[in-house]
């Protein structure tokens, strides 16, 4: 993988050249590389051998606390430790003004080595977020202390009856008292309501967690706005601090309702908050506290800052999950050879000549006349055919040097191509035997069979394109090229 980095890095996206800029001028290859080969070292002994365990041994939750293998602990610390969380951000911050694509790079090693075990996704996202729309007061006492991995970040849109529907999010933000508007660390509101799906929502990783919540504050009249235009965003952390930072030791009235169970991802929480519940009661009065970020009505706009951020890594981390897939793939090729090379065999002539597939011919062929003669199916019936004709024709052309190396070079497709003309064949067969099903039987097979020939049927043609002239670039491949 490293090689392959190397090449987009300084072959083709030429991040050499961002050195040019005044901001990037202590960089070169040489500090990239030192950053590449930290992250590396770190993905390798802390994240990688661990990537099995955390999938088997899910968090668990025993009603107080959550617990989490100790292995993500010393994972975190390490992240933490190497600089990434402020790697992008100014040196007055800790930070290393890294240029994205190369922090983006040097995360891409901790997502391939176990996407599942937190790397401070979500807490630089949050962190980040504030630093663009945080007051300068925010921006100290939490964006800070996420970037130096003391305290960790959410994010806490949807809610179990509004998932991707933001419009209908029902979290309350209620003016705290007397003296609300003038708290030095935003405006003062209690939340009240709940978050579901909230990765990192509930941990030891760190001493505190500052959640960013999307909540409606009610009108005059008591209601909620409708839609996306009455959203707020707003700081909530599990333990809350005074406007110098520290904790002053009173949790907050956010409380894990419990875990969701998940197919994958294991190594980090994924929860179900409770905000304003009473289990907790800061102040004496239910009611989770939060501060204002921005103005009222303006949460959704400031949330996509790192909604966009997060779409970006989760991108990068699906993307080197598939890197590992594939070198993991790689390996097994290698490893574990198969098959034999085709003038090593004695091939004996098709069984019964061919029989079971000119049977299959002339069955395509009889429900494609039948067809024919129902005016609503005869498009299909005339699509088939073509396809039909298209596949014979590609059989014919692949065989033409009788060289079984040519012809059997694109078998995949070849496979592909057959298997959607014979599905479109029985999609076919099944419309014209729905002609005297009930109505809604027929109408969900013709459409079921319209679907099948509309979408899937066409993408034969590209396939025996690759066929029909022997394209050779995956028989020529060699060992050494992957």
Same mark, same amino acid.
């Given at each position: 993988?490293?090689?392959?980095?190397? *090449?987009?890095?300084?072959?083709?996206?030429?991040?050499?050249?961002?050195?040019?800029?005044?901001?990037?001028?202590?960089?070169?290859?040489?500090?990239?590389?030192?950053?590449?080969?930290? @992250?590396?070292?770190?993905? /390798?002994?802390?994240?990688?051998?661990?990537?099995?365990?955390?999938?088997?041994?899910?968090?668990?939750?025993?009603?107080?606390?959550?617990?989490?293998?100790?292995?993500?602990?010393?994972?975190?610390?390490?992240?933490?430790?190497?600089?990434?969380?402020?790697?992008?951000?100014?040196?007055?911050?800790?930070?290393?003004?890294?240029?994205?694509?190369?922090?983006?790079?040097?995360?891409?090693?901790?997502?391939?080595?176990?996407?599942?075990?937190?790397?401070?996704?979500?807490?630089?996202?949050?962190?980040?977020?504030?630093?663009?729309?945080?007051?300068?007061?925010?921006?100290?006492?939490?964006? =800070? /202390?996420?970037?130096?991995?003391?305290?960790?970040?959410?994010? @806490?849109? !949807?809610?179990?009856?509004?998932?991707?529907?933001?419009?209908?999010?029902?979290? /309350?933000?209620?003016?705290?008292?007397?003296?609300?508007?003038?708290?030095?660390?935003?405006?003062?509101?209690?939340?009240?309501?709940?978050?579901?799906? +909230?990765?990192?929502?509930?941990?030891?990783?760190?001493?505190?967690?500052?959640?960013?919540?999307?909540?409606? +504050?009610?009108?005059?009249?008591?209601?909620?706005?409708?839609?996306?235009?009455?959203?707020?965003?707003?700081?909530?952390?599990? =333990?809350?601090?005074?406007?110098?930072?520290?904790?002053?030791?009173?949790?907050?009235?956010?409380?894990?309702?419990?875990?969701? =169970?998940? @197919?994958?991802?294991?190594?980090?929480?994924?929860?179900?908050?409770? *905000?304003?519940?009473?289990?907790?009661?800061?102040?004496?009065?239910?009611?989770?506290? &939060?501060?204002?970020?921005?103005?009222?009505?303006?949460?959704?706009? @400031?949330?996509?800052?790192?909604?966009?951020?997060?779409? +970006?890594?989760?991108?990068?981390? #699906?993307?080197?999950?598939?890197?590992?897939?594939?070198?993991?793939?790689?390996?097994? &090729?290698?490893?574990?050879?198969?098959?034999?090379?085709?003038?090593?065999?004695?091939? !004996?002539?098709?069984?019964?000549?061919?029989?079971?597939?000119?049977?299959?011919?002339?069955?395509?062929?009889?429900? +494609?006349?039948?067809?024919?003669?129902?005016?609503?199916?005869?498009?299909?019936?005339?699509?088939?055919?073509?396809?039909?004709?298209?596949?014979?024709?590609?059989?014919?052309?692949?065989? #033409?040097?009788?060289?079984?190396?040519?012809?059997?070079?694109?078998?995949?497709?070849?496979?592909?191509?057959?298997?959607?003309?014979?599905?479109?064949?029985?999609?076919?067969?099944?419309?014209?035997?729905?002609?005297?099903?009930?109505?809604?039987?027929?109408?969900?097979?013709?459409?079921?069979?319209?679907?099948?020939?509309?979408?899937?049927?066409?993408?034969?043609?590209?396939?025996?394109?690759?066929?029909?002239?022997?394209?050779?670039?995956?028989?020529?491949?060699?060992?050494?090229?992957?």
């Amino acid at each position: 993988m490293r090689t392959c980095l190397d *090449f987009l890095l300084y072959d083709w996206l030429k991040v050499e050249g961002l050195c040019e800029r005044s901001r990037f001028e202590d960089h070169g290859r040489e500090t990239f590389n030192q950053v590449l080969d930290t @992250c590396e070292r770190i993905a /390798r002994d802390k994240y990688a051998p661990f990537n099995r365990l955390v999938d088997t041994q899910e968090p668990h939750f025993d009603g107080e606390r959550v617990t989490l293998p100790q292995a993500t602990h010393e994972a975190w610390a390490a992240y933490a430790g190497s600089g990434m969380l402020a790697a992008a951000q100014d040196y007055e911050l800790g930070g290393m003004q890294l240029p994205y694509t190369v922090e983006a790079a040097a995360n891409a090693f901790f997502a391939k080595a176990s996407v599942s075990i937190n790397a401070g996704l979500l807490t630089v996202g949050n962190a980040n977020l504030l630093m663009a729309h945080g007051t300068p007061l925010q921006q100290q006492v939490f964006a =800070h /202390r996420e970037f130096k991995g003391e305290w960790a970040g959410t994010m @806490c849109l !949807s809610e179990p009856q509004a998932g991707s529907g933001l419009a209908d999010v029902a979290t /309350r933000a209620v003016p705290d008292g007397e003296g609300h508007a003038d708290d030095p660390l935003g405006p003062r509101y209690r939340l009240f309501g709940n978050k579901m799906w +909230i990765s990192a929502g509930e941990h030891e990783l760190t001493e505190n967690i500052v959640h960013l919540v999307l909540a409606k +504050i009610p009108g005059p009249d008591g209601k909620l706005l409708a839609g996306t235009r009455g959203i707020s965003l707003f700081i909530c952390p599990k =333990h809350l601090v005074n406007a110098q930072g520290q904790m002053t030791g009173e949790r907050n009235d956010v409380a894990l309702a419990g875990l969701n =169970h998940k @197919c994958g991802w294991r190594g980090t929480t994924n929860t179900l908050l409770n *905000f304003g519940e009473g289990r907790w009661q800061p102040g004496g009065a239910a009611g989770a506290v &939060a501060y204002l970020v921005g103005q009222p009505g303006q949460g959704l706009a @400031c949330m996509f800052h790192m909604m966009n951020e997060a779409r +970006i890594a989760i991108g990068m981390a #699906a993307t080197m999950l598939g890197m590992a897939g594939y070198e993991a793939s790689l390996a097994y &090729a290698k490893d574990r050879k198969q098959g034999r090379a085709l003038n090593q065999k004695d091939p !004996s002539s098709p069984m019964q000549g061919g029989a079971g597939l000119k049977l299959l011919a002339t069955r395509i062929n009889q429900t +494609i006349e039948a067809a024919l003669q129902h005016a609503d199916l005869a498009a299909y019936a005339n699509g088939l055919a073509q396809a039909v004709q298209r596949l014979g024709a590609a059989t014919k052309a692949a065989w #033409a040097t009788g060289q079984p190396e040519d012809a059997l070079a694109n078998a995949t497709p070849y496979l592909q191509a057959a298997g959607h003309v014979v599905l479109a064949w029985v999609w076919l067969d099944l419309a014209l035997a729905a002609s005297s099903a009930p109505e809604d039987r027929q109408a969900g097979v013709r459409a079921a069979a319209r679907y099948f020939h509309v979408y899937e049927l066409p993408k034969v043609y590209p396939w025996l394109e690759v066929v029909a002239a022997r394209e050779s670039v995956c028989r020529d491949m060699q060992p050494d090229w992957f």
